[in-house]
């Protein structure tokens, strides 16, 4: 009966008739509306007001900079308080921290360096939330649905990404950036509400007595390293960190490229570069749905190598477009191919990790994997204006391409992942 169970394809039907895991996911859908048409009035706004790339790539990393400062600590807290009772306060914090830039905004008293302030602490803010999720999931969805748990909180953000997008460059250019930032504010409280009605022992750290008396005894530092641990005890981890921390420098670079290669390359405004998001944000929902529906247990390191690969290609194919229709096309394939890596790994990570330890295992190692993403962003500005931004993208795709097929071949755990 055990060996049927196991072997059961995943159910999108079975993961949404779940209330606990309804509530988790609806709360993030709304709230994850929010947060894109937030990315595009903030960041467009900052190109707009100091026409200066390397401004642009400044605002990013200050966004990128929390998961490495603020994630691991965050993770430690996650692993000791109710998940639940985090995710509400987070997600107030950052209603209240959004309505602040608005109203700033509005009166006029918002500067650049108080905007990058706001950003920093606005991002922190989500690092309780998303390995709270995270780690609640497994929780409450069934092992062999995992992936179709996964794919539905990876659809819910591509299509966000989407209509956030696509819909946040039109709102900026039509009614300025206030009306999508108080949104954002509004989805952090509903989302707030709805994990308010999920029950608390969903949401509770899993322990046995003994792991309970280590808990309480263990010092703040002691729960902190035990994160770093169990990542430095894994070949496969350690593996996956030196090649994320690679690739994630180049996709970086590119993304911090993205709106003045929307106008200075492709030839357009607001309106492409939230065109050329929800391009990838659709390319996402494909990749989401197709993955969420194979069981992928047995190839989840070739995945990860064969989309790492194309999205390369496809980068440095990017660099040499000019037109705008074929930059969103390729585009949205790169979204596709991103989910094809991120969806399985996900699930091969709440797999292989103790639930007790999801919170902090999760937050450092997206602290070491994004480590080099704030430098990049900073940094892609300064390189696109020794070069240019179409051949940043073509140097930065080739040796996405490069690094990923050498380690296709020096990394064999990771190769040869599975759960």
Known sequence: MTQTILEEKPSFRRVLSNRQF????????????????FDVAAIWLVYQLTANVFNVGLALSMVLLPPIIVGPIAGVYVDRFNRKDLIQVANIFQAIISAAIALLYSTGRL????????????????????????????GVTRREDLAAANSLFSLSSSVNQIAGYGIGGILVLAFGATLPIYYDAFTFVF????????????CAVPTNSQNALLLHRDSFLDRFRQGL????????????VIIGIVLNFFGSGVFALLAPYSKIVAGGDAGLY?????GFSAGTVIGSVLVGKIDSR???GKL????????????ALMGLTTFALFALAESLAIGFFQATVNIPLSVLFQAKVPSELLGRVATSLVALITIAQPVSAATSGAVAGSISIGETFLLYGVLMMVVSAGAFFLFRELREARY
């Not at 989302?191 to 969903?202: D, H, K, N, Q, T």
């Open 191 to 202: 989302a707030a509400f709805m994990v308010s009605l999920i029950a608390r022992s969903y």
């Open 298 to 300: 047995n190839y989840v």
């Open 304 to 315: 990860l190598f064969g989309g790492v690969i194309t999205i390369g290609g496809l980068t």
């Open 22 to 37: 309804t509530l988790l996911w609806s709360g993030q859908l709304v709230s994850q509306s929010g947060d894109f048409i």
């Open 111 to 138: 500067s650049f360096p108080l905007l990058l302030a706001f950003l920093f602490v606005l991002n922190a803010g989500a690092q309780f939330i998303r390995p709270a999720v995270t780690a609640i999931i497994p």
């Open 229 to 240: 641990a169990y990542i430095r005890n894994s070949r496969f981890f350690i593996e996956l």
């Open 274 to 278: 939230g065109a050329l998001l929800a």
